[in-house]
């Protein structure tokens, strides 16, 4: 199984970025993905869930400025995050359940917001 993630880098706080995660390998359906993030010092957090139903939930510091989206075809699940403060700078992980083996982590992608 492999989670590659992307779309980090540096932006100036009020603007966007959109990371994406694929996976691939693991040949089972994917129940839920879901993006983490961790700050320096700080716990791992949950940020965004979307289910293979579709169904989304947010963490309240991130609910109407980022949106979770995938696309079921390619295994491939989005986060456009816009609006973006320098608290959510941290490394953003992809985490992804398949069904029968479980849970599985990305390497993170670095997102840094410049007041």
């Known amino acids: 199984v492999q989670l590659v993630e992307s779309g980090g880098g540096l932006v100036q706080a009020g603007g966007s970025l959109r990371l994406s995660c694929a996976a691939s390998?693991?040949?089972?359906?994917?129940?839920?993905m879901r993006w983490h993030r961790q700050a320096p010092g700080k716990q791992r957090e949950l940020v965004a869930v979307i289910t293979s139903g579709g169904s989304k939930e947010y963490a309240d510091s991130v609910r109407d400025r980022f949106t979770v989206s995938r696309d079921n075809a390619k295994n491939t699940m989005f986060l456009q995050m816009n609006s973006l403060k320098p608290e959510d700078t941290a490394v953003y992980y992809c985490?992804?359940?398949?069904?029968?083996?479980?849970?599985?982590w990305g390497q993170g992608t670095q997102v840094t917001v410049s007041s």
């Open positions: 390998g693991s040949g089972f359906n994917i129940k839920a």
């Open positions: 985490g992804v359940t398949f069904q029968f083996i479980g849970e599985y």
